[in-house]
């Protein structure tokens, strides 16, 4: 009996991914646990094992295929047994998997009958045919209040992404979409009403004649840096704010700590500390632990850090939970682990999605100070530059100090002015004297 | 190592639909109950009331059969098989919802539980029914403990299991009082003074709001107001009742209306004026659970403050119905199995089941108006329905509000015969998003009285057929 392997979802929300590559080829057994492809998203590769023992019997999507839909086939395996019925499933870590398991085998379509099996069909299993892709054209799913509110605000119900039934374009996407649509421009006439999407110039437009350069293929990583990066500094009323900290205290407490730390292999980073101080100083304000939603301010019960990480070909951003419950030590293991495993793209996807406050370290490049793009939904990314020596005044006098020049970017939203602000002084306190951040 | 992945507390509509779905989801569930299965809504609320009802419905019926051209003689009672019948009911879905448990190998923990903190969900401690303790642990804890009859001390509005009586003492009566005040005119309230009404009791219905069934659409209370009257129940609207006293032969209840005091002298008095939820003695002020006037403040998937621990149906607020307790519970148990839910704001219907019956979904006219919308509004009356006029049963009506904007369903509401069976017709259309259109492009059977549902969609656009 043959079983088909299915795309399988690695995140909740994952709706296609590319193949990136097989590790079995036609012919080859395996068994429950081999790892016999690798799948990439939009921010991770993941492995897809095996679940059932069997022979590879065809292999339906060639490596290197993107945009492979979930559940599509995409390997047939010829059981050893009558085995039950196939089950696919992610890699390990989404074990705890979401799905009802007794009605995903009922509706799975049955494996694809040899001719002269025909005579299945009269078995129990009800045939339900796929849905119709959307991409055929014609056939949008959309309810009927959806589609009159999309046609009055002047929506194109395609492009939008239903939320609803079996994909169902809902009025509460629909109000998302318009939503998202800047609004009316203060000055009457001052700009075209809705702006349309912008429309990317083509390079030879622009004046770069073709093959004048070479052309690297947009991954899915750089798609989505592109899509959130756009959105989020398109339609986010960000501002930055910039302060100074002199930071010798915290060098001498770090060469301290790590001499104790020394025997155990341990290391505390200048970063670890910062994100360390990010953390207390969220949660004695708690106004900057915050995001926009159109329901109203999430204030987050926890300060889940994420650090940004640059990796080969992008950057990620793996995600320190609940950082407030954890000690120096703990911070540091976990982003040294996190940051290992972002480069080895082996972080699983909740591990770098969510995250309450973002950090972007670029001071081990000499970067004195930059402004990073707040992402979304966070209220606040923070920037920190290079800890240098530079000269101070100190009581009228001429002195010299290591200082760091951190930016905290703003969702002005959630977070004014004056609570960026408040954060950055409590911020600069715990930098300036880390004794504090025990207490 | 959590000895399961899911413990639901409490086994009402909202407890035991969840324990099942998170079965069906392959979660390894057990369910604590502290009295019977099936909660309120099987042993003491929904269900025993609809049966009483009945009987009162079918007697009442008798005493108009010339309508029909058919006559009895001899008609009467036996109370105690009508209260008995009403038991049955309830002890037979008690013990269905038995059967399920055991079919979808819910382990069933019968006592009383309280939470105590733990590193992850709260543990679960119950004393058991049997003697002793046993403590649970699990991923993830459900409270679905309902809630009990609300009283007012302050007045002597507190069930004595004689003159005064909540809903239980109402369902279990030796005998049907003479003569009967009922406070408070809510789908509760009302139902008893229906169905006591119906056997031949004297009734007076206390309602402190100025219209009865408040929280239904203004005409709707109108014209519900004028069918009990004219089944012979009494209204004192816009009253206070001062005072709930026991005397040699019933209870006396003050009443202060416009200005003027007032004693309701009778047999009994059924005490309807709400309800609190169970969240005392359970140990939830030690895990700093939030609570709002005694209810559980949960999300829209029954998350809490504490990590792990998720509050649904009657506990965690209004509306206080056993439909809205299943949906928070298959939809909170796929939450937390991480089944991706599509967004859908599902409108919940209310339902009173006297005679005349009520119904209705979404927004009440007057809600629409103030929640900023421009209306349009249509009614149909069953009087011009055929298969009402047939059946003899010609009273109520239909009415719908839109979005005149939109064309969208914003609320229905109907009194009449039997209109609980047919409000889902209008709340199909609103949760699926409908318009005017896809009612007017509907096809209803003839001859119905859903017809008339029809008809009030077509009103509200000026071009209804049959009147
Ligand atoms: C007279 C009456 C008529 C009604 N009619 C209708 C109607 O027609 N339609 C409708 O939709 N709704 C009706 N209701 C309301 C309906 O009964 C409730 O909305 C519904 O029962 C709520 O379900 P639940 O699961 O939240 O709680 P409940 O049904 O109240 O169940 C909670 C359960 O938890 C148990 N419990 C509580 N604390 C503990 C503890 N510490 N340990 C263990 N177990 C515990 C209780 O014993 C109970 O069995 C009526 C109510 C009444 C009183």
Redesign the interface.
């Known amino acids: 009996m043959s079983i088909e392997i299915l795309m399988p979802a690695l995140s909740?929300t994952m709706e296609e991914g590319s193949l990136a590559k097989w590790h079995v080829k036609v012919g080859d057994t395996v068994k429950a646990g081999d790892v016999i492809a690798e799948i990439e998203t939009d921010k991770a590769t993941m492995e897809v094992e095996a679940v059932d023992e069997g022979t590879i019997e065809a292999l339906l999507v060639e490596a290197g295929t993107e945009g492979v839909k979930v559940n599509e086939p995409i390997a047939r395996l010829s059981g050893e047994d009558a085995a039950p019925a196939p089950q696919t499933e992610g890699a390990k870590a989404e074990a705890?998997?979401?799905?009802?398991?007794?009605?995903r085998k009922a509706d799975k379509p049955p494996p694809p009958a040899a001719p002269f099996q025909a005579a299945g069909e009269t078995g129990a299993t009800a045939k339900a045919p796929p849905a119709p892709v959307s991409d055929s054209g014609d056939r949008i799913m959309a309810?009927?209040?959806?589609r009159?509110?999309a046609q009055?605000a002047g929506l194109d119900l395609a492009a939008i992404k239903g939320?609803?039934?079996?994909g169902?374009v809902?009025?509460?996407?629909v109000d998302a979409a318009r939503g998202k649509a800047p609004a009316a421009p203060a000055s009457p006439g001052a700009a075209p009403a809705a702006a349309a999407p912008r429309q990317a110039q083509t390079l030879a437009q622009l004046g770069i004649p073709e093959g004048s350069y070479d052309l690297v293929p947009l991954d899915g990583m750089r798609k989505t840096i592109a899509r959130r990066m756009t959105d989020s500094f398109r339609d986010i009323p960000h501002f930055p704010l910039t302060i100074d900290l002199e930071i010798d205290g915290l060098l001498a407490a770090r060469a301290k700590i790590n001499a104790m730390l020394e025997k155990d292999g341990g290391k505390v980073s200048v970063n670890d500390l910062v994100l360390k101080a990010v953390a207390v100083a969220l949660k004695r304000v708690p106004e900057a632990n915050a995001s926009y939603s159109p329901d109203g301010i999430a204030m987050h019960?926890h300060a889940d850090i994420a650090m940004a990480v640059a990796i080969d070909g992008g950057l990620i951003t793996p995600i320190i939970r609940k950082a407030d419950t954890k000690g120096l030590a703990q911070i540091a293991a976990e982003a040294k682990d996190l940051a290992g495993r972002a480069r080895d793209r082996k972080l699983k996807p909740e591990e770098f999605q969510g995250g309450t406050f973002s950090v972007s370290n670029l001071g081990m490049m000499g970067i004195k100070s930059f402004a990073s793009i707040i992402n979304e939904p966070q209220g606040c990314i923070m920037s920190v530059g290079a800890g240098e020596q530079r000269p101070v005044v100190r009581n009228g006098e001429l002195a010299i100090a290591t200082v760091m020049t951190v930016t905290l970017t703003c969702d002005h939203r959630v977070v004014d002015g004056a609570i960026g602000s408040k954060f950055l002084q409590v911020f600069k306190a715990l930098i300036e004297d880390p004794l504090t951040m025990i207490v | 190592m959590s000895d399961f992945d899911l413990i639901v507390i409490g086994a009402g509509p909202g407890g035991y639909v969840a324990a099942i779905r998170a079965s069906?989801?392959?979660l390894k569930t057990a369910i604590v109950e502290r009295e019977n299965l099936g909660g309120i809504c099987l042993n003491w609320g929904c269900i025993p009331t609809k049966a009483l009802l009945k009987s009162g419905e079918v007697y009442e019926q008798l005493s108009h059969l010339d309508a029909y051209g058919l006559s009895v003689t001899g008609r009467s009672f036996d109370f105690g098989k009508v209260v008995e019948r009403s038991r049955g009911v309830a002890r037979q879905l008690a013990s269905g919802v038995a059967f399920l448990m055991k079919k979808h190998k819910i382990e069933v923990i019968e006592g009383t539980a309280k939470l105590e903190k733990a590193a992850g969900a709260p543990r679960v401690v119950v004393a058991l029914k049997a003697g002793g303790n046993r403590t649970v642990t699990a991923r993830s804890v459900i409270l679905a403990t309902g809630a009990r009859a609300r009283t007012i001390p302050a007045i002597g509005a507190v069930p004595d299991g004689e003159r005064i009586w909540a809903y239980r003492e109402a369902l279990t009566p030796k005998t049907c009082p003479k003569t009967l005040v009922v406070i408070g005119s809510g789908a509760i309230g009302i139902e008893f003074a229906s169905f006591y009404r119906a056997l031949g009791a004297e009734v007076t219905v206390v309602e402190a709001v100025d219209r009865i069934m408040p929280v239904e659409d203004e005409e709707i209370s109108k014209a519900a107001q004028k069918a009990f009257e004219k089944r012979g129940i009494k209204f004192r609207i816009g009253a206070k009742v001062s005072k709930v006293e026991k005397t040699k032969t019933g209870v006396a209840v003050a009443v202060e209306a416009g200005g003027k005091a007032e004693k309701l002298e009778a047999e009994v008095c059924i005490v309807a004026v709400g309800i609190a939820a169970n969240t005392e003695d359970m140990g939830l002020e030690a895990l700093g659970l939030k609570l709002d006037r005694g209810h559980v403040v949960a999300d829209k998937h029954g998350g809490t403050?504490v990590p792990g621990l998720y509050a649904i149906g009657d506990v965690a607020g209004a509306p206080w119905l056993a439909h809205k307790a299943m949906h928070d519970g298959v939809h909170c148990v796929e939450h937390i199995?991480?089944?991706?839910a599509?967004?859908?704001?599902a409108p919940v219907p209310g339902c009173t089941y006297a005679n005349p019956q009520v119904a209705s979904v979404g927004l009440t006219e007057a809600a629409a108006k103030a929640a900023g919308y421009e209306v349009k509004v249509g009614r149909f009356p069953f009087k011009v329905n055929g298969k009402a006029i047939a059946a003899s049963e010609t009273e109520g009506f239909a009415k719908t509000v839109f979005d005149a904007k939109?064309?969208?369903l914003l609320g229905a509401h109907m009194i009449g015969h039997e209109v609980t069976e047919m409000i889902q017709g209008y709340t199909i259309a609103m949760t699926?998003?409908?318009?005017e259109?896809?009612l007017f492009n509907t096809v209803f059977p003839h001859p119905t009285m859903s017809e008339a549902m029809h008809e009030a969609a077509l009103d509200a656009f000026g071009k209804p057929l049959h009147i």
């Open positions: 909740p705890p998997k979401a799905e009802d398991k007794p009605e309810s009927p209040l959806a009159r509110l009055a939320s609803g039934p079996h169902r809902v009025k509460a996407d019960h | 069906q989801l392959g403050n199995a991480g089944v991706k599509p967004t859908v704001t939109t064309g969208a699926m998003e409908g318009t259109e896809d």
